[in-house]
């Protein structure tokens, strides 16, 4: 009950190769996965690409009581199977089958026409998954316990990202680039997705009440920033939000159509009965470590007084229109219906949620260092929003693009519809460290920090250890050989000569952490002990 909770983060990255403006991006996207397996078995021969197991999900399950067809759905909310490489005639999948559990897992290994194998979906030695989400290369994150956590392994999965296009490079490839945006400008948007850790006991009717007004107002200070209004950009002005405009309804369980403010999914990947996955789909990709942390942090401290009944009482009159209307000012001067007839600016709306969760920390004395970091950046970051927005700069995503590229404008007297404005644009978003406008900000020093690039490559390769994030990358580190399939769930282990796949349920999001079981791995127990030993203490 603090601004710690157990949060992971996913990104769906942009993907275009220069020379080939034309071709297929789920193909390129299978590439950038590829390319990192092979980077990771060149580092450790004994390291291999671990099957993603589906048998645990549902992702067309209804939080609301009811789950839709498959036939019904969209092929995108089809989460539980490989991408859709096979209908295309570009690769013919293979399948395995465990045992007489009945799980089902994924093939990860596509094979090309001339038998080459390409691995499109892995788990990593961090606790992190790597996968095609159908035309986009996905990094989901390790779960982590604070918001800190959450923002370095999010950092480090930009890091992979780089790494693998490297690798394609070097492979020959042909040169592939990255970009942490949201949107092609050509009527396309692709996710940047939270997951946050809720008791099932809680009404979702509560949730949605209490985080509507939260998510059409929070993008102030966790925009990105996009030139162009408009689902096809078609109007030459800037925004806060890459997202907004793509959101066309307040609940819904749809994903990449209709898009909805609170999603429905209920999928916990963990103890049913307990838990509660929230999934959140309506933030924008950070570049700024600033901006990530107060996205999940504000985040985890609002569903904190949802949990205990202590959220403000507003409600939007026109939530989707709010949060456009919101979007679409970078003064931050409009001000949205509610339903009793106020009207609040988007910095009246959190200093509501501020002073609430203020409030709620101090009645019961929730004083730790992560809460108190969260409350005190999110005191400050309205403060200087509210005075002028133009001095988080060197903190806020959307106000460093839009000093930057209303400077250059300004400069060279260019119009927001010029090609070059839309180029800034791209290039801000950007991977490549000497290219991105964000990155050439970072170096400078225009932008704080929170981590060195040290501390993110240590956590490439490294999962936190205070969830059960550390048993899936510790396994994967010393065992990959043997692990068959995982989850973000389940393990699966197959050792030579025994009788049958041995699966082990972590349903605990907070256990198999260094903690719980680090000695394990600090024996360098031989596999056949290693399982005995797990089962031992399950």
């Given at each position: 009950?603090?601004?710690?909770?157990?949060?992971?983060?996913?990104?769906?990255?942009?993907?275009?190769?220069?020379?080939?403006?034309?071709?297929?991006?789920?193909?390129?996207?299978?590439?950038?996965?590829?390319?990192?397996?092979?980077?990771?078995?060149?580092?450790?021969?004994?390291?291999?690409?671990?099957?993603?197991?589906?048998?645990?999900?549902?992702?067309?399950?209804?939080?609301?009581?009811?789950?839709i067809s498959r036939e019904q759905a969209h092929p995108s909310q089809l989460t539980d199977v490989e991408p859709g490489l096979v209908e295309s005639g570009i690769w013919t999948a293979e399948s395995i089958a465990l045992d007489g559990n009945d799980a089902r897992v994924g093939s990860t290994l596509y094979q090309e026409k001339d038998s080459t194998e390409v691995v499109m979906n892995m788990v990593l030695g961090n606790g992190a998954r790597l996968y095609v989400d159908h035309a986009h290369p996905e990094?989901?994150?390790?779960?982590?316990?604070?918001?800190?956590?959450?923002?370095?392994?999010?950092?480090?999965?930009?890091?992979?990202?780089?790494?693998?296009?490297?690798?394609?490079?070097?492979?020959?490839?042909?040169?592939?680039?990255?970009?942490?945006?949201?949107?092609?400008?050509?009527?396309?948007?692709?996710?940047?997705?939270?997951?946050?850790?809720?008791?099932?006991?809680?009404?979702?009717?509560?949730?949605?009440?209490?985080?509507?007004?939260?998510?059409?107002?929070?993008?102030?200070?966790?925009?990105?920033?996009?030139?162009?209004?408009?689902?096809?950009?078609?109007?030459?002005?800037?925004?806060?939000?890459?997202?907004?405009?793509?959101?066309?309804?307040?609940?819904?369980?749809?994903?990449?159509?209709?898009?909805?403010?609170?999603?429905?999914?209920?999928?916990?990947?963990?103890?049913?009965?307990?838990?509660?996955?929230?999934?959140?789909?309506?933030?924008?990709?950070?570049?700024?470590?600033?901006?990530?942390?107060?996205?999940?942090?504000?985040?985890?401290?609002?569903?904190?007084?949802?949990?205990?009944?202590?959220?403000?009482?507003?409600?939007?009159?026109?939530?989707?229109?709010?949060?456009?209307?919101?979007?679409?000012?970078?003064?931050?001067?409009?001000?949205?219906?509610?339903?009793?007839?106020?009207?609040?600016?988007?910095?009246?709306?959190?200093?509501?949620?501020?002073?609430?969760?203020?409030?709620?920390?101090?009645?019961?004395?929730?004083?730790?260092?992560?809460?108190?970091?969260?409350?005190?950046?999110?005191?400050?970051?309205?403060?200087?929003?509210?005075?002028?927005?133009?001095?988080?700069?060197?903190?806020?995503?959307?106000?460093?693009?839009?000093?930057?590229?209303?400077?250059?404008?300004?400069?060279?007297?260019?119009?927001?519809?010029?090609?070059?404005?839309?180029?800034?644009?791209?290039?801000?978003?950007?991977?490549?460290?000497?290219?991105?406008?964000?990155?050439?900000?970072?170096?400078?020093?225009?932008?704080?920090?929170?981590?060195?690039?040290?501390?993110?490559?240590?956590?490439?390769?490294?999962?936190?250890?205070?969830?059960?994030?550390?048993?899936?990358?510790?396994?994967?580190?010393?065992?990959?050989?043997?692990?068959?399939?995982?989850?973000?769930?389940?393990?699966?282990?197959?050792?030579?000569?025994?009788?049958?796949?041995?699966?082990?349920?972590?349903?605990?999001?907070?256990?198999?952490?260094?903690?719980?079981?680090?000695?394990?791995?600090?024996?360098?127990?031989?596999?056949?002990?290693?399982?005995?030993?797990?089962?031992?203490?399950?």
């Amino acid at each position: 009950m603090s601004a710690r909770r157990l949060v992971g983060l996913e990104t769906e990255y942009g993907i275009i190769r220069p020379q080939m403006p034309n071709a297929n991006a789920t193909v390129l996207s299978a590439q950038i996965v590829d390319a990192y397996a092979q980077l990771v078995a060149q580092q450790n021969s004994s390291a291999m690409a671990a099957r993603w197991d589906y048998a645990d999900e549902s992702p067309l399950q209804d939080v609301r009581g009811f789950s839709i067809s498959r036939e019904q759905a969209h092929p995108s909310q089809l989460t539980d199977v490989e991408p859709g490489l096979v209908e295309s005639g570009i690769w013919t999948a293979e399948s395995i089958a465990l045992d007489g559990n009945d799980a089902r897992v994924g093939s990860t290994l596509y094979q090309e026409k001339d038998s080459t194998e390409v691995v499109m979906n892995m788990v990593l030695g961090n606790g992190a998954r790597l996968y095609v989400d159908h035309a986009h290369p996905e990094y989901s994150s390790p779960e982590s316990l604070t918001p800190r956590a959450a923002v370095l392994w999010d950092q480090a999965g930009d890091e992979v990202m780089r790494r693998a296009a490297a690798t394609a490079q070097r492979l020959g490839g042909g040169e592939l680039l990255l970009y942490k945006n949201n949107t092609d400008n050509k009527s396309v948007s692709y996710g940047s997705h939270e997951n946050y850790l809720l008791p099932r006991e809680v009404e979702f009717s509560s949730i949605v009440k209490g985080l509507t007004p939260f998510f059409a107002s929070r993008q102030i200070f966790c925009g990105s920033g996009r030139v162009g209004q408009g689902m096809l950009g078609q109007k030459a002005a800037f925004q806060i939000s890459q997202r907004a405009d793509f959101f066309e309804a307040e609940v819904g369980l749809e994903t990449t159509i209709n898009r909805p403010i609170i999603n429905t999914r209920d999928e916990p990947h963990a103890n049913w009965d307990k838990y509660r996955r929230l999934h959140v789909i309506i933030g924008d990709a950070n570049l700024g470590q600033i901006s990530t942390l107060l996205r999940v942090g504000t985040t985890n401290l609002v569903l904190s007084l949802i949990e205990a009944n202590m959220a403000p009482d507003i409600e939007l009159a026109e939530p989707v229109q709010a949060l456009q209307q919101i979007s679409h000012d970078p003064s931050l001067k409009t001000a949205v219906r509610l339903r009793d007839g106020r009207e609040l600016t988007a910095i009246e709306i959190q200093w509501l949620y501020f002073e609430a969760s203020q409030k709620y920390c101090a009645a019961r004395g929730i004083d730790d260092p992560d809460t108190a970091e969260i409350l005190e950046r999110w005191q400050n970051i309205l403060d200087i929003l509210e005075r002028d927005p133009l001095e988080a700069s060197d903190q806020i995503d959307w106000i460093a693009k839009y000093k930057l590229i209303n400077g250059f404008a300004d400069r060279h007297q260019l119009s927001l519809a010029d090609p070059r404005v839309a180029m800034m644009d791209l290039q801000w978003a950007d991977l490549r460290t000497e290219k991105g406008l964000y990155y050439r900000l970072a170096a400078r020093g225009a932008m704080q920090t929170l981590f060195s690039q040290d501390e993110i490559n240590q956590a490439v390769t490294n999962p936190p250890e205070d969830t059960r994030a550390y048993l899936r990358g510790m396994a994967l580190q010393r065992y990959a050989p043997y692990v068959i399939a995982a989850n973000w769930d389940a393990l699966s282990f197959a050792v030579p000569g025994a009788r049958q796949i041995s699966r082990f349920h972590m349903a605990e999001p907070l256990g198999g952490t260094r903690k719980s079981v680090g000695d394990l791995f600090d024996a360098e127990l031989q596999i056949s002990e290693f399982i005995d030993e797990l089962a031992r203490r399950r």
